[in-house]
T-cell receptor
């Protein structure tokens, strides 16, 4: 049972336009969410995160929105650049699970292609 | 430079052989993690360790073993009991505090022939 879902395996966007990557989750205990970017044959790099007490977090061209009632988050990239072409993973954790493990549960990823 | 190193980048082994993947970090992070990535799949947790001499099974621990004798090192052994060992293996570590974010190494691509 997938607790974190990225329903779009791929997305193509024109350079300069907005990229919107979506993520849904089912576990209402998740309270911290992250986005990672991954190039082929490399480790994921952390992009941006958001706590469940917020509904928006910005960092430069990247903004993450969280809608807790819908159990949905999205990553906006504006403007999109060719170097943004990569696989983007959404991840979620439950900081206060009691086990203190801070395990991350990952979605399957969305491959973004930014066309020059 | 602080970071997480994994070696080797590519590893080939014959079926039936055990193989150990290295993961070292000099970030002074307490927690370390091993994930596996298969094509079209997300990252799945194999094992994690929050402190030295302690580790816990993740979602897919069968056929794997780990040790955590030093804070800096968290090697993963892929045993012959792992039925589908060919995959991309990622090691991560986490700094305690806010944000609780995991940082990843470059990965090791294991191919079992």
């Amino acid at each position: 049972d997938q607790q974190v879902k990225q329903n779009s395996p791929s997305l193509s966007v024109q350079e300069g336009r907005i990229s919107i990557l979506n993520c849904d989750y089912t576990n209402s205990m998740f309270d911290y969410f992250l986005w990672y970017k991954k190039y082929p044959a490399e480790g994921p790099t952390f992009l941006i995160s958001i706590s469940s007490i917020k509904d928006k977090n910005e960092d430069g061209r990247f903004t993450v929105f969280l809608n807790k009632s819908a159990k949905h988050l999205s990553l906006h990239i504006v403007p999109s650049q060719p170097g943004d072409s990569a696989v983007y993973f959404c991840a979620a954790s439950n900081r206060y699970s009691g086990a203190g493990s801070y395990q991350l549960t990952f979605g399957k990823g969305t491959k973004l292609s930014v066309i020059p | 430079d602080g970071g997480i190193t994994q070696s080797p980048k590519y590893l080939f082994r014959k079926e039936g052989q055990n193989v150990t993947l290295s993961c070292e970090q000099n970030l002074n992070h307490d927690a370390m993690y091993w994930y596996r990535q298969d094509p079209g799949q997300g990252l799945r947790l194999i094992y994690y360790s929050q402190i030295v001499n302690d580790f816990q099974k993740g979602d897919i621990a069968e056929g794997y073993s780990v040790s955590r004798e030093k804070k800096e090192s968290f090697p993963l052994t892929v045993t012959s009991a792992q039925k589908n060992p060919t995959a991309f293996y990622l090691c991560a570590s986490r700094v305690r505090g806010v944000p609780d974010t995991q940082y990843f190494g470059p990965g090791t691509r294991l191919t079992v022939l």
